[in-house]
């Protein structure tokens, strides 16, 4: 007769899979999110620290005792949240609106993209104070990550046009592109601020801002960057493929992991 009733409002998931003759309904009721597992300095093992339904991690202070992470489930809310986890400490912080990209070389800083608004990157101070936004003068930002304290290498594009690689000071000055170097995503900037290991297609590539040289980096094809070591010998590397998924060390001088 074309009448229309609600079954359910229940505040998750459904999905509608069959109807019974008899009125009966085969439903399936979706729980999905995430988790961080933190293994710290000074701990035994890795514990859950987790804080909401589906966080990420994106980057881990040097001495290991503050995560940055973006929350983008029902706590993050439409433009995400960019929070800070300290070890000992039950309860995050709020950094700022948006999704969390890179702390800087001290730890003191944090940029952050809104979702809805990717032609500025946000400068927050981790400790609190007066943030600023950096704007690229038409760019459309991909991703963003420190070189240094006052600068910040990203990978953005004007309207219809390539994706490219940028160094950019954070002072706002306009970024300048990177000529003659291969666009990456997952990128991870080694502590001298010059060489970044990430991935572009299928290819682990090692990339030198300051010398403009590219190296293709013998890796697994799962294998995405994650990290460097604290030396910057070495790229840390998730080997997402395995059960379960496991980090490694790939060493760039001589390709070993």
Not at 5 to 30: C, E, F, K, Y
Not at 91 to 113: F, I, K
Request: aromatic fraction near 4%; include cysteine; hydrophobic fraction near 40%.
């Amino acid at each position: 007769a074309g009448a229309l009733r609600r079954l359910t409002n229940a505040p998750t998931s459904q999905r509608l899979l069959d109807i019974a003759s008899d009125g009966r309904l085969l439903m399936a009721v979706d729980e999905l999110g995430a988790a961080m597992l933190a293994h710290v300095p000074g701990d035994a093992e890795a514990t859950d620290v987790s804080q909401f339904d589906n966080p990420h991690v994106q980057a881990i202070s040097k001495d290991g005792q503050r995560i940055l992470f973006t929350e983008s489930g029902d706590a993050g809310g439409q433009h995400y949240k960019a929070l800070l986890l300290e070890r000992g400490k039950h309860t995050s912080r709020l950094v700022g609106p948006g999704r969390a990209m890179a702390l800087s070389p001290d730890g003191r800083l944090a940029l952050l993209m809104d979702p809805e608004d990717n032609e500025t990157v946000t400068v927050a101070q981790v400790d609190g104070g007066l943030a600023r936004h950096v704007s690229g003068g038409g760019l459309h930002y991909q991703w963003a990550q420190f070189m240094s304290a006052n600068e910040m290498l990203t990978g953005a594009s004007y309207s219809n046009g390539l994706l490219m690689l940028y160094r950019q000071s954070l002072d706002g000055g306009a970024p300048k592109a990177l000529d003659g170097l291969p666009f990456l995503d997952y990128p991870v900037v080694a502590p001298d601020g010059c060489r970044v290991v990430g991935r572009s297609s299928r290819d682990v590539l090692l990339l030198n801002i300051c010398e403009k040289t590219t190296k293709r980096v013998p890796a697994p094809s799962d294998a995405l960057p994650v990290a460097w070591s604290a030396d910057g010998r070495s790229a840390i590397i998730a080997l997402l493929t395995q059960s379960p998924p496991s980090l490694a060390k790939l060493n760039i001088d001589t390709d070993a992991i």
